[in-house]
């Protein structure tokens, strides 16, 4: 690591952090040339996702933009925000991890209705609605019939989605994992 100060190369690090939940790690270094002190943060590097769209058209994958998506389906529902980000890291790792560089918006859009399933019949409703193009009310009957029919693969022994992120007002620390769904449930999916 070159010393921000003289620009030698040869630094030996004085004490070493995990910081911003383990994504990145921070080190006081010193500098054995010039003795000044600096500080480096190392962090994983993702490969950029990019989404393919329906119309042909190639975009970089955007959180935010899938959060305000989310936020939007969930007003009113009792989902908290800090519920909704943690869903939005499981989804963006689980595109990391499965689905490499190019994902199309019709994966992403149903990793969220199986997250939102899980956390609010309202907010999965809400977002199909829209990421599905409802065009009447036939569309909403059919998605209402989807979500009851299924509802034994909420049952003990399938796959669940992490449990909720307590309030804000809660102390405790919940970590969510990522739930990669079973064959039964990418069939239902699909």
Do not use: W
């Amino acid at each position: 690591m070159r010393c921000p100060y003289c620009q030698h190369t040869d630094s030996r690090v004085l004490e070493s952090r995990s910081t911003e939940a383990g994504q990145s790690v921070r080190r006081r270094r010193e500098c054995l040339l010039c003795k000044h002190r600096f500080t480096t943060y190392e962090r994983i590097e993702f490969v950029p996702i990019t989404v393919l769209k329906r119309d042909g058209k190639r975009e970089s994958f955007d959180r935010s933009k899938l959060l305000r998506g989310m936020v939007r389906a969930c007003e009113k529902t009792g989902v908290s925000q800090r519920r909704l980000e943690a869903i939005v890291d499981e989804i963006e790792a689980e595109v990391q991890q499965h689905y490499g560089r190019d994902v199309t918006s019709d994966e992403v859009g149903e990793l969220v209705l199986r997250y939102l399933r899980h956390e609010s019949e309202v907010a999965y409703v809400r977002f199909a609605s829209v990421y599905r193009k409802f065009q009447g009310i036939r569309d909403f009957i059919e998605t209402l019939e989807h979500l009851r029919n299924n509802a034994e693969l909420d049952k003990p022994g399938m796959s669940p989605i992490p449990p909720a992120i307590p309030n804000e007002s809660d102390d405790s620390e919940t970590s969510a994992s990522l739930v990669i769904p079973t064959s039964e449930e990418q069939q239902v999916l699909q």
